[in-house]
């Protein structure tokens, strides 16, 4: 590779770092902040659908390039970058404007009890251990993401596949495992 490439993907470095960082800590600040308005939709479903979405739209973005579809594999790439901040934006608008739901609180009453803790037996093990590492690789994907993409914006198409390895099955981890988290806390809604 000529250093030329190398130049003109060092220059997005910084970018990649602060927002690798930011994105987080945006997040966990505007948890912390509670605005008392009423959504006209209940969002949980949507961008579950949204993170299905992405999830179908990575598979035939992986499908187009073996098949040597640069344009639309680029196309598709775009859009699950979209999908995925239209994800983050109103999950995050969600948890701004209500309550957070407690994975098997039957009673909706915000406290899980001997019976409901009961009920659940060993499941709420394998959902926490879901939800726990879709949390944890939907941060620790945005440097990838971002890598990934920085190295095809610069023609840097031998690293772009080599990372985009790596990047496509924790993007897509990520996609449906927020899809197989709101199925399980789906019946505990409000």
């Given at each position: 590779m000529s250093t030329v490439d190398l130049d003109k993907e060092k220059k997005y470095n910084k970018w990649i770092a602060i927002l690798s960082v930011a994105i987080p800590l945006v997040v966990v600040i505007l948890f912390g902040v509670k605005i008392d308005v009423e959504l006209p939709?209940?969002?949980?479903?949507?961008?579950?659908?949204?993170?299905?979405?992405?999830?179908?739209?990575?598979?035939i973005a992986v499908i187009m390039i073996k098949r040597g579809n640069r344009k639309m594999h680029e196309r598709l790439m775009?859009?699950?970058i979209i999908l995925s901040v239209l994800f983050l934006v109103m999950y995050v608008l969600y948890h701004m404007?209500?309550?957070?739901?407690?994975?098997?609180?039957?009673?909706?009453?915000?406290?899980?009890?001997?019976?409901?803790?009961?009920?659940?037996?060993?499941?709420?093990?394998?959902?926490?251990?879901?939800?726990?590492?879709?949390i944890l690789l939907s941060i620790g994907v945005i440097p990838f993401v971002l890598i990934t993409y920085v190295r095809a914006i610069t023609s840097n198409f031998e690293r772009h596949k080599k990372i985009a390895k790596k990047t496509f099955p924790l993007w897509l981890y990520v996609a449906v495992t927020g899809v197989v988290v709101y199925l399980m806390i789906s019946p505990y809604y409000a």
């Open positions: 939709i209940f969002l949980p479903p949507v961008y579950a659908t949204i993170n299905a979405l992405t999830a179908v739209v990575l598979i775009k859009f699950a404007t209500s309550d957070s739901t407690k994975f098997g609180d039957l009673n909706g009453d915000g406290e899980l009890n001997a019976a409901e803790l009961s009920q659940l037996g060993n499941i709420r093990y394998l959902y926490y251990f879901i939800l726990f590492s879709h």
